[in-house]
């Protein structure tokens, strides 16, 4: 077996060095993943403890996901106890699930039992009932409490994503006490930045960052150097709002609370960038109507993903074909219009794509509302109507040229700039709409914008055209 350390080069790194696996594009390296292949081949679990159980746990993600299928579980029963499982919520949700689906409910319990809670329910949550209630009857009774307690809230909800370990301490407690209780008591987090002040009943009264303890004597009551909670999270709150309320007030992490106030976890930052990522590729997805869709996915799952989408878009291309049919003489009379056509419904839905792409995102993140949004509708009008104006006689020139006819250049001028100023105002009003019916922007939107503009760059350009050939 090659020594790895002659074919990886090594990088320093904070008490200790690390394989560099990556390559200059950001890829996990040909000749690492080769070699993990052999040693799963061989069995050689000594290469694999001491050149992949030391890895993160997102290399480790990079990694499973990088190696063949077959490799995936081969590599978690090989490294056995060194393997970490925190690496499975680095991958994607079918791996996840093609991994966990052949460990028994006796080894997953095993293995959760050393992880955080929020990375213990985001592996169980995707379990079926069942298995679940018997890896959690094999868990300690208060890591099996605050579990499930976590696991009752709403999926995608604050409460699905915090930590239930945390560091509470009374208010009557002296500086010195709340030291000395972080450094004997063995069941606090690994890592933590505040304190939160508790009541008798967990209600929360206020926290303390670890600088403000560190300078303060030991004889100092905590309920003097306590500061109000910023900005507690409720645990049913959606974990997109959560994240927009770390990105406005610069949090680290954040308290999360029932509906009485009580303390019940504690979101940190590392989560809320995960939330953040996930948020931004789910708009983007349901944008393009490709839905959960993931990389990992079979032919068969992603094909059924996309499917109903390109139903509901050949619902709406039938209706433009509709629109198109009711100037059929018009077409025969002038062959030209049948050829300068899919440019005004081109231009109009690639127009409307970009209002809306930015309008969905404006939503998302909570920078437009009904305060600004009339002023971001003229703004977006505006943009059509100068757009339209520039590339509708940019068309109508080359237009002109090219069948030497300055009518139809006038025409399809005209059509371009009564298309692109509806894109514009289809792609901002139509998600406005939307969200205020209580429906998803990101979802809908394309679909309708796509019907509006192409409906009305065929009527305009074929109206048109009937109107002045017709009467002429």
Do not use: C
Request: aromatic share 6%; charged share 25%; no cysteine.
């Amino acid at each position: 077996m090659t020594n790895i350390g002659d074919d990886i080069r090594l990088r320093a790194a904070p008490d200790d060095r690390q394989a560099d696996i990556y390559g200059e594009d950001g890829s996990i390296r040909s000749d690492f993943l080769a070699m993990v292949g052999a040693a799963i081949a061989d069995r050689d679990v000594l290469f694999l403890r001491q050149s992949v159980a030391r890895l993160h746990e997102s290399e480790m993600g990079d990694l499973i996901e990088s190696i063949q299928p077959e490799q995936r579980y081969a590599l978690v029963r090989l490294l056995g106890d060194d393997f970490d499982m925190t690496a499975l919520t680095e991958v994607d949700e079918t791996i996840r699930l093609q991994i966990v689906e052949q460990m028994s409910n006796a080894q997953i319990a095993a293995a959760i039992g050393d992880l955080d809670s929020d990375d213990a329910v985001y592996i169980l949550e995707d379990l079926d009932h069942a298995d679940r209630e018997e890896i959690l009857a094999q868990l300690p009774f208060t890591e099996r409490v605050r579990l499930r307690r976590a696991l009752d809230y709403p999926e995608s909800s604050a409460g699905r994503r915090m930590q239930t370990e945390f560091v509470a301490v009374p208010p009557f407690w002296t500086v010195g006490q709340t030291i000395d209780y972080m450094r004997d008591e063995e069941g606090l987090p690994e890592t933590f930045t505040q304190i939160f002040v508790i009541d008798p009943t967990f209600k929360l009264l206020g926290t303390i960052d670890l600088d403000r303890i560190l300078r303060a004597k030991r004889q100092v009551k905590i309920e003097t150097i306590m500061r109000d909670t910023n900005h507690p999270i409720p645990a049913e709150m959606d974990q997109e709002e959560a994240a927009q309320v770390f990105e406005q007030y610069d949090l680290l992490s954040a308290a999360v609370v029932d509906e009485n106030g009580r303390l019940v976890g504690v979101l940190t930052i590392d989560d809320v960038v995960d939330v953040i990522q996930e948020e931004a590729e789910e708009d983007l997805m349901r944008l393009g109507g490709v839905g959960d869709e993931e990389l990992s996915d079979s032919v068969r799952e992603t094909s059924r993903s996309r499917v109903p989408w390109l139903l509901i878009n050949l619902v709406t291309a039938f209706l433009s074909a509709s629109v198109i049919s009711m100037f059929e003489a018009t077409i025969e009379e002038v062959v030209a219009l049948a050829i300068l056509m899919p440019i005004v419904a081109g231009m109009g839905g690639n127009a409307g794509s970009q209002t809306m792409t930015v309008t969905v995102r404006a939503l998302a993140t909570r920078n437009l509302d009904i305060h600004n949004a009339w002023r971001v509708a003229r703004r977006e009008a505006g943009v059509g109507l100068i757009n339209g104006m520039l590339i509708g006689t940019l068309v109508g020139t080359v237009a002109g040229f090219w069948f030497q006819d300055y009518h139809i250049g006038g025409l399809i001028a005209t059509a371009m700039m009564i298309n692109m100023f509806a894109a514009a105002m289809a792609g901002i009003l139509i998600p406005l709409l939307l969200d205020r019916a209580g429906a998803d922007p990101a979802v809908s939107s394309a679909v309708f914008v796509t019907a509006i503009t192409d409906t009305t760059g065929f009527f305009s350009f074929l109206g048109l055209a009937t109107w002045w050939f017709m009467s002429g």
